[in-house]
């Protein structure tokens, strides 16, 4: 499973500065895998279908921004490559929707993928917070940027929050978009946020992607909160 739907945000510039913004996008199709495709056990793909967040969950202030899809295999470069996420049939991994907030340029997706055991289960979420990892993602991120604007760079700016170790929420990483418009780089205006979930032998990661604008309502934070949660509630509650 990969971090997210990686999502790339083109985000708006430094303050006072000249600005573009672009929607997120799936990856690309990748070059190669070695991912296994053979089938997996009824109970795998129920767990598969049920884990990752869909429209009912997150409710009508949000609209699908890009179509939930069938997992593809990890390309030669991927973050996953090697791991046993890369190990699992494609039908034990599932490719969530990604929603874009109402007049906002704030998205959320997830991910998912069911492993044969806890303990499997339980080592991709190490791998997934492990600084190697964690720094693979910064440097995938990073390329995704300066593709849209060679300006930007990618700094990792937290690997906690509040909740993590608690009810299944096991990582977390925030990445700080920067801009620089010819004084060093300072905060552009996105982030691009990783957790990871565990549920039993089924780990969810779920992507929130955020450029920021002046007409952002000053609530919008706390409503995204509230759906988001609402969200992982409903995924947990199939889950259990």
């Known amino acids: 499973m990969k971090s997210g739907p990686a999502l790339l945000l083109a985000v708006i510039v430094a303050t006072g500065c000249s600005s573009q ?3 997120p996008q799936q990856p690309p199709e990748p070059a190669s895998t070695t ?10 793909t ?8 869909t429209q009912a969950d997150i409710g009508d202030r949000w609209t699908v921004h890009t179509e939930a899809k069938a997992a593809e295999g990890f390309g030669d470069g991927s973050c996953a490559e090697g791991t046993v996420a890369d190990a699992l049939p494609l039908d034990a991994r599932r490719t969530g929707a990604v929603f874009q907030a109402e007049n906002a340029t704030w998205y959320v997706g997830s991910n998912a993928a069911v492993f044969p055991d806890e303990a499997t289960a339980t080592e991709w979420v190490e791998t997934r917070k492990s600084a190697p990892y964690v720094e693979c993602l910064r440097a995938e991120f990073e390329q995704g940027q300066k593709e849209a604007d060679p300006r930007f760079t990618v700094a990792l700016a937290s690997t906690t929050t509040e909740g993590v170790g608690t009810q299944g929420f096991e990582a977390y990483a ?5 801009a620089d418009v010819g004084s060093g780089p300072q905060n552009a ?13 089924t780990v969810i990661s779920l992507a929130i992607d955020i450029a920021t604008n002046p ?3 000053p609530d919008l934070q706390q409503v995204v ?4 949660h609402r969200a ?9």
């Open 21 to 23: 913004t672009a929607p």
């Open 35 to 44: 991912t296994a495709t053979q089938p997996v056990d009824a109970a795998t």
């Open 46 to 53: 129920e767990l598969a279908d049920k884990a990752t967040i």
């Open 174 to 178: 925030l990445y700080q978009v920067m």
């Open 189 to 201: 205006n996105g982030t691009i946020a990783r957790h990871t979930y565990r549920v039993g032998r």
């Open 215 to 217: 007409n952002d309502p």
């Open 225 to 228: 909160s509230t759906d988001v």
């Open 232 to 240: 992982l509630s409903a995924v947990y509650a199939r889950l259990s």
